[in-house]
């Protein structure tokens, strides 16, 4: 959309199209880009493709406290479940909704599971503990919120009681959670094209 | 949204939006269009409504090899890479329509110290699952020996023997845990 709308504004300036061509030109792309089903292509004949991030597991000393504060902070609900009682997941979103941008029938809402593991537990927590240990460290997750605004999102944080919320960058907020793991808070401007730029 | 545009030429017309800013507002513009009323203008009164997961800040001893690894093997575009010390990885929806992606990047000069809670690993959901072509794709690229599971979900560890799992809707569902 970027590229569509940087080259239809250099033909604006160059004097190749009129602003009645440009305006009419960036409402058409517009509404086409927002149309259900308008996604990018996906690369063909490739069975192992990401489509989007299933979930993310957050091991912590108490799942229920931190399940507690991001439905507290963040308006997620809490699911059960019945096999596995140290562990809560929460969906972005409600259940059964779309993810955002998502069109396919076989892409679920994406969702955190907290957990806390037990050493001595579950054939699940033997087979994490016998995990080689990893270099490779998730630093901070950014989550993308609806209408973001730093200041109100800021606000909002400080008092809901969020501790050492910091600016980061143009777009987004940081902060940490009740174990001081480093979150981040952002709009859909903040994205894979926005960031690094 | 005409009324919207017509504004933002103004402003560049006149000077107070640079080029980068009218392509970046009509992104977000179009972005927050496509999410429609149910999902963006659904905010309540206080709190937040959590549309879904933006990216992930992978720090790794070479962020190229990261790059690589994810690229080659779950098919996600290279971003804004620096050639030094980080890259994005995308992959989903378009980026400004709730894409996903990956910050591969080198350790920083202040890592954040350790904490008690921690991702001890990640899944990513795969569509049009076909575990036979994905179970040759991962032998093709050399990870058979470094990957496990099956019936709609698998493991892989991947070069900094960080723990990924991927799946399908069925085995890999929250509205159906």
């Not at chain 1, 996604?39 to 931190?66: E, G, T």
């Not at chain 2, 070479?62 to 995308?90: I, K, W």
Request: with cysteine.
């Amino acid at each position: 959309m970027k590229a569509f709308v940087a080259t239809k504004l250099d033909e604006y300036s160059k004097g190749r199209i009129s602003r009645r061509q440009l305006l009419e030109t960036l409402m058409v792309a517009a509404a086409v880009a927002g149309a259900p089903g308008a996604q990018a292509a996906p690369a063909p004949n490739r069975a192992l493709k990401a489509a989007l991030v299933n979930h993310i597991s957050y091991q912590c000393p108490d799942f229920k406290r931190v399940a507690d504060w991001y439905s507290r902070v963040f308006n997620m609900e809490q699911v059960t479940y019945p096999s596995e009682p140290t562990q809560i997941g929460m969906p972005f979103g409600r259940r059964n909704q779309k993810p955002l941008g998502v069109t396919a029938d076989d892409v679920p809402t994406s969702y955190i599971v907290v957990r806390t593991r037990n050493p001595a537990g579950t054939a699940a927590d033997k087979s994490a503990v016998a995990r080689p240990r990893s270099r490779a460290t998730i630093e901070h997750v950014g989550y993308t919120v609806a209408d973001f605004d730093r200041n109100r999102a800021r606000a909002q944080l400080q008092a809901l009681g969020v501790q050492n919320i910091r600016d980061g960058g143009l777009y987004s907020l940081h902060m940490t959670d009740p174990f001081g793991y480093d979150i981040q808070l952002s709009g859909v401007a903040n994205n894979a094209l926005t960031d690094g730029a | 949204m005409e009324r919207f545009i017509d504004r933002l030429i103004d402003e560049f017309d006149s000077g107070k939006l640079s080029r980068r800013e009218f392509c970046e507002t009509m992104a977000v513009a179009t972005a927050v269009l496509a999410a429609g009323g149910a999902a963006a203008n659904a905010a309540p009164q206080s709190g937040f409504t959590m549309l879904g997961v933006n990216h992930l800040s992978y720090s790794c001893p070479d962020y190229r090899v990261a790059r690589d690894f994810y690229a080659s093997v779950f098919g996600m575009q290279t971003l804004n890479d620096n050639g030094r010390t980080r890259a994005n990885l995308a992959f989903g929806p378009a980026p400004d329509n709730g894409g996903n992606f990956l910050v591969v990047h080198n350790p920083g000069n202040n890592p954040p110290p350790p904490t008690d809670g921690y991702v001890d690993h990640i899944c990513f959901t795969i569509a049009n699952w076909n575990e036979p072509q994905i179970k040759a794709e991962l032998a093709a690229q050399g990870l058979a020996g470094r990957s496990r599971g099956g019936n709609g979900t698998m493991r892989v560890l991947d070069p900094f023997d960080f723990d990924l799992q991927f799946g399908n809707h069925i085995a890999e569902n929250i509205n159906e845990p």
